[in-house]
């Protein structure tokens, strides 16, 4: 059964790089969109982007212009890169599987990283 | 604000059915298919329903998922006490070539 393991830093100060990193264990890398979602403090989720196995991304447009999602087929990961941080990205970080078989539904997800960004 | 429209908050007692809608538009649900996620306190979001109605592997069938129009709802029977979560709806959208979630339904089983 596939499962993912994120990892990265959990508090940063105004205008650093967020950094977070996905494992994917016990599964096929290929044919699915691995993804990164987000939720705020008390809040709903927001889709951050995804990439496939190939590289091809996709971000959401109001957080391109600091996105960066790359993928390292060899390990069996995918990172997130978010710059020039500030108190709104404070978030639960999540990363997850989106695929055919669930009709690019997310499953399954890691375990979630909190991130706080200080001022 | 959310893009997908959800009650903030629903509840019920043991044994009884409820159920949540979730409103969108033309170019989120009205042309594309739904999913829904679980929420149990501290923990990750889990798929419950995708393609509307469809249910993952080990979900039970208390929980059905169905959309019109441009709206879907969930309905959860036998009502549980471990169901006591919060759900959000999500569908793709169009305009963002990415997906939108609903502001989540926080359900308390009373």
């Known amino acids: 059964q596939v499962q993912l393991q994120q990892w990265g830093a959990g508090l940063l100060k105004s205008s650093e790089t967020l950094s977070l990193t996905c494992a994917v264990y016990s599964g096929s890398f290929t044919g699915y969109y691995w993804t990164w979602i987000r939720q705020p403090p008390g809040k709903g989720l927001e889709w951050i982007g995804d990439i496939n196995h190939s590289g091809s991304t996709r971000y959401n447009p109001s957080l391109k212009s600091r996105l960066t999602i790359s993928v390292d087929t060899s390990k069996n990961q995918f990172s997130l890169m978010l710059s020039s941080v500030t108190a709104a990205d404070t978030a639960v970080y999540y990363c997850a599987r989106a695929g055919y078989s669930t009709d690019w539904g997310f499953d399954p997800w890691g375990q979630g990283t909190p991130v706080t960004v200080s001022s | 604000q959310s893009v997908l429209t959800q009650p903030p908050s629903a509840s019920g007692t043991p044994g009884q059915r409820v159920s949540i809608s979730c409103s969108g538009s033309?170019?989120?649900?009205?042309?594309?298919?739904v999913n829904w996620y679980q929420q149990l306190p501290g923990t990750a979001p889990k798929l419950l329903i995708y393609?509307?109605?469809q249910r993952p592997s080990g979900v039970p069938d208390r929980f059905s998922g169905s959309k019109s129009g441009t709206s879907a709802s969930l309905a959860i029977s036998g009502l549980q006490s471990d169901d006591e979560a919060d759900y959000y709806c999500?569908?793709?959208?169009?305009?963002?070539?990415?997906?939108?979630f609903g502001g989540g339904t926080k359900l308390t089983v009373l």
């Open positions: 393609s509307n109605n």
């Open positions: 999500a569908a793709w959208a169009d305009s963002l070539n990415g997906p939108v």
């Open positions: 033309s170019s989120n649900i009205g042309s594309n298919t």
